[in-house]
């Protein structure tokens, strides 16, 4: 049982440049979530799915696409970067919305 | 709408101290509390956990009582060790709707000298 995976670990971006983050769960879980986190600052909710097929936004959408390809993978793109994204990306499941979330290790991504 | 609020860090002890990081929370329903530890380079992993009103969560030596009356979920240990270094981060699930999503509060950053 890996839990929450995430792609890459570490990532480097000129301005402008797009990536796509990836996650996977293999718990069967039905509802998944991408977070930022910024030196010294608390969690902020980019994205979430709350069940395959749906998506909605978070705190902090601006910039970000999300895609739940199916019920174990959830991405997160960036289309052009910006510094102002430089920052940790957290992926998080549930088994329900309102359940405890298990939490990848996160990706490092830095914008030049 | 339903938040968590938690002290300020950093909260630096020495080792073997006695540690109290304050939580406290607002809710329409009836929330299920939880924290969580975040350890450096690593995501956060669930520390403990209460769903009704005077559950006490454990693990690891850190306790917290599910308080209705006070709406306060205080983390506490005992003895803190070096180890123990970490941001904690207190959250709620607000209990109304199972759509509702798990709300954080801002974390707090620990530090236990040697």
């Known amino acids: 049982n890996a839990g929450v995976t995430q792609t890459p670990k570490f990532q480097v971006l000129k301005t402008g440049q797009s990536m796509t983050l990836q996650c996977a769960q293999d718990m069967n879980h039905n509802s998944m979530y991408w977070y930022r986190q910024d030196p010294g600052m608390g969690l902020r909710l980019i994205y979430y799915?709350?069940?395959?097929?749906?998506?909605d936004k978070g705190e902090v959408p601006n910039g970000y696409n999300v895609s739940r390809l199916n019920k174990r993978e959830f991405s997160l793109r960036l289309e052009s970067a910006a510094p102002s994204q430089t920052s940790v990306y957290f992926c998080?499941?549930?088994?329900?919305?309102?359940?405890?979330?298990?939490f990848g290790p996160g990706t490092r991504l830095t914008v030049l | 709408g339903d938040s968590v609020t938690q002290m300020e860090g950093p909260v630096t002890l020495s080792e073997e101290a006695f540690l109290t990081i304050n939580c406290t929370y607002t809710a329409t329903g009836y929330p299920s509390l939880f924290w969580y530890v975040q350890y450096p380079g690593e995501g956060l992993q669930l520390l403990l956990k209460?769903?009704?009103?005077?559950d006490k969560g454990s693990n690891k030596g850190f306790e917290a009582t599910y308080r209705k009356e006070t709406t306060s979920f205080h983390l506490e240990k005992g003895s803190v060790q070096v180890s123990d270094s970490a941001v904690y981060f207190c959250?709620?699930?607000?209990?109304?709707?199972?759509?509702?999503?798990?709300?954080f509060g801002s974390g707090t950053r620990l530090s236990i000298r040697p």
């Open positions: 209460a769903t009704k009103a005077d």
């Open positions: 799915s709350a069940s395959e097929g749906t998506t």
């Open positions: 959250a709620l699930s607000p209990g109304y709707s199972s759509a509702s999503k798990i709300i």
């Open positions: 998080a499941s549930s088994e329900f919305p309102d359940g405890e979330q298990f």
